[in-house]
């Protein structure tokens, strides 16, 4: 806008007109009768084709300043336009100031540990953790998240990380049918054996199903070791007797159906014979989460002080380790990968455990 002494006039709005007349009825008709023409110069029209177009007026209005007519239509939407922009950075600030982090990262994550099948109440704790961890400043580099995801569950694991109740040197396995309790135990005594030089005992109670002796036995062989048979309590207490001399003594039990009880006592009436025992719970990770809880219910009975997680390499899920060591308060003592003897084992530390988990589902793309 320009203004001179009392007068105000918009140099964009001229009127173009073949005579002066024209130009008054305009005038007039847009910003009433009290505008007045402040300047006006003869133009040329553009013509057609290239041609001088006809000659016109153009004509320049002005109003005073205090007039209260409503003209300056392009100016009133500018400051509105401004004013706007105005809110909006003041929303914009308001928002990154906010204390409440951005809710879309964290739904994304809470999708991804679903996918995971952690279960709600883990999510609920690894997703209050990093975004305590982050706070206002809500990282878009999603490693940094990952990362900060790792350590957190990490720590589940390390809350659960009691120390063995055992010497550490009489483990037996006890788990559901077909879990892999023979194949472990068979690859913890190779690494006795092999790797620490150790002297190591092997019985078997599992007489129960038909070739579950000589699947032992088998092993016994190429570790070069016997196997001892036991059918009552009192023969498992006169065996543990003779392996007195060993540093590791692994007892093998039959799979029971966790539904079961009735073989449940009477494996604990077994294994309560044993003074300073480590009884790890042996569980698969294909194992449905519904029925995982069941199974860490039922075999409450048996005192089982760790865990072991086999079949990692069968399943891109593995939310639901997690979701038992939350539920149970045991540590895991190691994790199985395969099926070869004695290669597809590994301790269960929380920090690579954590990491494991979370990159579960690279596989099939729902995850990291
Ligand atoms: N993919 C995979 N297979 C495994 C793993 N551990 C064991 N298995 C396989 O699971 C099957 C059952 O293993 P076992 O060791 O006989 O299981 P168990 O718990 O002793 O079974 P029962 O004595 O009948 O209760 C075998 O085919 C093993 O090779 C593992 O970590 N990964
Ligand atoms: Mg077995």
């Given at each position: 806008m320009k203004h001179w002494g009392r007068w105000l006039w918009n140099e964009d709005q001229k009127y173009l007109v073949k005579s002066m007349h024209e130009a008054y009825e305009r005038i007039k008709e847009d910003l009433g009768k009290d505008a007045i023409i402040i300047s006006s110069r003869k133009v040329r029209a553009e013509g057609l084709k290239g041609l001088l177009g006809v000659k016109m007026i153009e004509v320049t209005a002005a109003l005073e300043k205090d007039s209260g007519i409503d003209v300056y239509d392009d100016l009133k939407k500018i400051n509105g336009l401004k004013q706007e922009l105005t809110d909006m950075k003041f929303m914009l600030k308001k928002l990154l100031n906010s204390s409440v982090p951005n809710p879309e990262p964290i739904n994304k994550w809470k999708k991804v540990l679903e996918d995971l099948e952690f279960n709600s109440m883990v999510i609920e704790e690894l997703i209050q953790g990093i975004t305590e961890t982050f706070g206002e400043d809500f990282p878009h580099n999603e490693n940094i998240i990952q990362e900060a995801l790792i350590a957190r569950l990490a720590r589940i694991f390390e809350e659960a990380d009691e120390k063995p109740k055992g010497k550490g040197k009489i483990f037996a396995f006890v788990g559901p049918t077909g879990v892999g309790k023979t194949t472990t135990l068979a690859k913890l005594a190779a690494h006795y054996i092999f790797e620490q030089n150790k002297k190591v005992g092997l019985v078997t109670i599992d007489t129960y199903r038909i070739g579950a002796v000589e699947q032992l036995k088998i092993y016994g062989d190429i570790l070069g070791i016997d196997v001892d048979v036991v059918y009552t309590a009192d023969q498992l207490?006169?065996?543990?007797?003779?392996?007195?001399?060993?540093?590791?003594?692994?007892?093998?039990?039959?799979?029971?159906?966790?539904?079961?009880?009735?073989?449940?006592?009477?494996l604990r009436a077994f294994l309560e014979t044993i003074d300073n025992l480590e009884t790890y719970l042996v569980l698969s990770c294909t194992t449905k989460s519904r029925d995982l809880d069941r199974i860490i219910a039922e075999y409450q009975i048996l005192n089982y002080t760790q865990l072991i997680f086999t079949k990692v390499d069968e399943t891109h899920y593995l939310g639901p380790i997690a979701n038992t060591v939350h539920k149970v308060k045991k540590p895991v003592a190691y994790i199985t990968n395969g099926q070869s003897v004695p290669d597809d084992i590994e301790a269960a530390e929380p920090y690579k455990l954590a990491k494991m988990i979370l990159k579960s589902g690279v596989a099939d793309g729902s995850g990291f």
């Open positions: 207490k006169q065996v543990m007797e003779k392996h007195r001399d060993k540093d590791v003594v692994l007892i093998d039990t039959a799979g029971r159906s966790p539904f079961n009880s009735m073989r449940l006592s009477e």
